[in-house]
């Protein structure tokens, strides 16, 4: 075995790989090789072009259930932060409800923004989550294209029109159909799969025969006194189309 490519891998399974001299490039999940999504720089872009499409009331939807809580501070604190670049008002109370575990069962970010949804936009709902029409955000970024799904799932039973009633600036993968059906609709800051399975593959094969990743210039630490070093993929901004 010459390296391995873990994927949502646990923490003491990458660590004892890497005790036994093996390297490890990971996505989702720790090692000394950390290939991840640029989550702060979407967070800025999703601002920024709702904000160019007049947006005043924007509002934060990141699924919280399902990632480490040190990720979703620093979505935040990008997301505030290029709120005040924009000089925009930073009102949580047009962030996404939180889905709390039904049942030991853990809501999967689909689920989370269908119900968040579900919760915040119908005006019919006995819950404290609903709001009237004139307290909804007129722009959201989602943070997660499968809670963007969902969102716009619950928005189309609903009969809330993204783009049209309320402006989108979604998480997107550029090789995958999730968000297809609302392209044309919607703002996306948009990953390429295909970078990062080729980042981590040539990670991987680099330090198997003893050479550093050629993106490793382009890399940071996970933090000052950690050993592990993370590449940050930069996603494209992709505006939304007049309809």
Not at 7 to 20: D, L
Request: hydrophobic content about 40%.
């Amino acid at each position: 075995l010459h390296g391995v490519l873990s994927i949502g891998v646990e923490h003491s399974v990458t660590r004892w790989i890497e005790a036994q001299g093996v390297p490890v490039v990971s996505i989702a999940g720790p090692s000394n090789y950390i290939i991840t999504q640029d989550y702060g720089t979407a967070a800025r872009m999703g601002v920024e072009e709702l904000a160019r499409m007049g947006c005043r009331r924007i509002g934060l939807w990141q699924p919280v259930v399902n990632f480490y809580p040190s990720h979703i501070r620093r979505v935040r604190h990008a997301f505030d932060k290029a709120m005040r670049a924009q000089k925009l008002e930073r009102d949580e109370s047009l962030d996404a409800p939180e889905i709390a575990p039904h049942a030991g069962h853990k809501p999967s970010s689909m689920e989370a923004g269908y119900w968040g949804a579900m919760q915040f936009f119908d005006e019919n709902a006995s819950t404290r989550a609903r709001r009237s029409r004139a307290d909804w955000p007129d722009g959201v970024v989602i943070m997660d294209d499968m809670m963007a799904q969902g969102v716009f799932m619950a928005l189309d039973q609903l009969g809330i029109k993204p783009g049209r009633d309320i402006k989108v600036a979604a998480f997107a993968v550029a090789e995958s159909p999730v968000l297809l059906p609302w392209e044309k609709s919607i703002a996306r800051m948009e990953f390429s799969l295909h970078e990062i399975v080729t980042s981590m593959l040539e990670g991987v094969l680099s330090l198997a025969d003893g050479r550093q990743p050629r993106w490793i210039k382009k890399a940071r630490p996970a933090d000052p006194k950690a050993v592990e070093m993370t590449y940050n993929v930069l996603p494209k901004r992709h505006s939304a189309q007049s309809r």
